[in-house]
């Protein structure tokens, strides 16, 4: 590749062996672009199952300025950003002549407000996700359409739970009604999906083998274009590229604390801790923004009905089981401080979009990232007044700081109905949806 002095195109790929890296936004691109414009506009969303402590995340306070319920309390720095939605009915997911399946169907009603047909077999039908839909809109020149990625494993197939397929357990997103998208769980091969180029399998285990980076293979085409950059651009360029490599190097610990596992209970590579691999996976999301690979990720940070138990926080108890706690104030408690510590790794992730410059603010300015669980009171399987945050900005039309109280019966559809009109999508109904949400939509 030739690089002048010139403005470079917004989507400049250095290519070398077995890697295609992209840029980030440098202030080479500026002049190509006839203004120095802001950031991309971006869409994130992150899923727990299994419910919430609704006691300990319902604001006790409405409207602007309110105040932070316990578990919203990592928040904080991002109050101005947030929007907390009570009152949003996940009615798609509820009992609808199946029997029990409120797990399986959580998660893919969450996003499309469709109910999952019931079946163990391979003809799953949902609905296509909002996730999705936003993608079809503002990916269609990304090297991804979109990036799907979880901390659970979802190697197991058929059936599930109560008559429903595990495609409804592992998927979140569907591209179509009938085509679910399966997350990855491995960050070695997310890493390779957003950087890796046509080598082979044998090649990128021969490079994490001695230790070689992505990067070892495009360092002549990385000085070169360093050698044609302003001081800035090259500061910028060197922050991404250690960004690269520190990922790198997490995933190599992982994959050698990892190695001796025939079967491991995990997937190879993968950290010890839930925190450690959620950031890990978080780093990742944050890279594709950077370089631009894609412009929507969805993040299953919690699977429904998992059994993962957090001993690093003294809750030995596996997720699931806390979250049948039987009103017991202890096991509230402790479902708390799990609810509390997965919204802590969202403030870790919402913090590292805020670190990265992104035309003339951060990638937190352009992304607008959607937090929440398809069910609210996990002890009784509840699907009604869901808990819901969205993390946005004036930048993407949103007035936050505010908790939003909405009537009984209010579709979670309003929801995605008004983040489609947000992102451009045109559509009139989405779902169960009734209409825009009322201050969400401007109205």
């Known amino acids: 590749m030739v690089i002048t002095k010139m403005a470079l195109p917004r989507r400049t790929f250095l290519r070398g062996v077995g890697a295609t890296l992209a840029l980030p936004f440098l202030d080479a691109m500026v002049p190509a672009m006839s203004a120095r414009a802001p950031g991309a506009s971006r869409f994130a969303v992150i899923y727990v199952g299994n419910g919430m402590n609704m006691f300990d995340w319902i604001p006790p306070t409405e409207g602007l300025g309110f105040e932070l319920s316990p578990i919203l309390q990592p928040l904080e720095p991002f109050r101005n950003r947030a929007l907390v939605l009570t009152g949003l009915d996940n009615y798609p997911a509820t009992d609808q002549g199946d029997t029990g399946g409120q797990h399986p169907r959580a998660a893919p009603a969450f996003m499309s407000s469709v109910h999952p047909k019931q079946t163990e077999g391979a003809d799953v039908q949902a609905g296509t996700t909002v996730d999705q839909m936003i993608a079809e809109r503002i990916c269609r020149d990304s090297k991804l359409p979109s990036l799907e990625v979880s901390v659970d494993r979802n190697d197991v197939v058929g059936a599930c739970?109560?008559?429903?397929?595990?495609?409804?357990?592992?998927?979140?997103?569907?591209?179509?009604?009938?085509?679910?998208?399966?997350?990855?769980?491995?960050?070695?091969?997310?890493?390779?999906?957003?950087?890796?180029?046509?080598?082979?399998?044998?090649?990128?285990?021969?490079?994490?083998?001695?230790?070689?980076?992505?990067?070892?293979?495009?360092?002549?085409?990385?000085?070169?274009?360093?050698?044609?950059?302003?001081?800035?651009?090259?500061?910028?360029?060197?922050?991404?590229?250690?960004?690269?490599?520190?990922?790198?190097?997490?995933?190599?610990?992982?994959?050698?604390?990892?190695?001796?596992?025939?079967?491991?209970?995990?997937?190879?590579?993968?950290?010890?801790t839930f925190r450690e691999y959620a950031e890990l996976m978080f780093d990742l999301q944050v890279l594709a923004f950077q370089a631009d690979v894609t412009r929507v990720t969805s993040f299953m940070m919690a699977r429904e009905n998992i059994n993962r138990s957090y001993n690093e926080i003294g809750l030995p108890e596996a997720h699931h089981s806390m979250s049948h706690h039987g009103n017991n104030p202890e096991k509230m408690q402790d479902f708390s401080k799990l609810n509390t510590y997965h919204v802590d790794a969202v403030a870790y992730y919402l913090d590292k979009l805020q670190s990265v410059p992104d035309g003339d603010g951060t990638l937190l300015d352009g992304t607008v990232v959607l937090y929440g669980s398809g069910m609210s009171d996990g002890n009784t399987h509840n699907n009604y007044s869901v808990p819901v945050v969205v993390i946005g900005g004036p930048e993407n039309g949103f007035e936050g700081n505010r908790h939003l109280v909405y009537p009984k019966g209010t579709p979670l559809a309003n929801l995605s109905l008004s983040l489609l009109s947000k992102f451009g999508v045109g559509v009139e109904q989405f779902g169960d949806s009734t209409g825009q949400l009322p201050l969400l939509s401007g109205v």
């Open 161 to 272: 739970d109560h008559g429903y397929a595990c495609a409804y357990m592992n998927s979140m997103s569907w591209k179509s009604p009938t085509q679910p998208l399966p997350a990855e769980t491995n960050p070695r091969f997310v890493f390779e999906r957003l950087f890796g180029s046509g080598d082979t399998a044998e090649a990128r285990a021969i490079r994490v083998q001695e230790d070689r980076s992505i990067l070892d293979g495009l360092a002549e085409e990385i000085s070169a274009l360093s050698s044609r950059l302003g001081g800035h651009d090259r500061t910028k360029l060197g922050e991404y590229l250690d960004a690269i490599r520190d990922v790198e190097q997490r995933i190599a610990r992982a994959e050698l604390t990892n190695s001796d596992f025939a079967v491991p209970e995990r997937p190879v590579g993968v950290p010890e």
